[in-house]
């Protein structure tokens, strides 16, 4: 059955880096769209950032642009995603999330069947 197990959050001081790891499998095809989400308590899951693993095409949100980088690495079965000069606004649970195909920018989090469990990310100021 398909799996996705996040790591590599943690806290950091704002203008520092994290990055987050997912490791999937069990797809049957090796075309799968990712996309990194983020959710803080009463707030609705956020699209941040989304990869084609065959393609290696992305998408980012604009509050991220510039400092999130997504990237892929096929043979392990993985996607990353580097997060740069974070901000106290950056602060959530993160999730990875991901569905067979190819799709064009960031979806909504009700398209998603696969999830993994969440990786906590805190930004203090």
């Known amino acids: 059955q398909v799996q996705l197990v996040e790591s590599g959050g943690g806290s950091v001081e704002a203008g520092g880096s994290l990055t987050l790891s997912c490791m999937i499998s069990?797809?049957?095809?090796?075309?799968?769209?990712v996309e990194w989400f983020r959710q803080v308590p009463g707030k609705e899951r956020e699209g941040v950032a989304a990869?084609?693993?065959?393609?290696?095409?992305?998408y980012y949100a604009d509050s991220v642009r510039g400092r999130f980088t997504i990237s892929r690495d096929n043979a392990k079965g993985s996607v990353s995603l580097q997060m740069n000069s974070l901000k106290p606004e950056d602060t959530a649970t993160y999730y990875c999330?991901?569905?067979?195909?190819?799709?064009?920018?960031?979806?909504?989090?009700?398209?998603?069947?696969?999830w993994g469990q969440g990786t906590q990310v805190i930004v203090s100021s």
């Open positions: 069990g797809f049957t095809t090796s075309v799968i769209y």
């Open positions: 990869i084609i693993t065959s393609s290696g095409i992305t």
């Open positions: 999330a991901a569905r067979s195909g190819i799709w064009a920018g960031l979806r909504s989090s009700e398209e998603f069947g696969y």
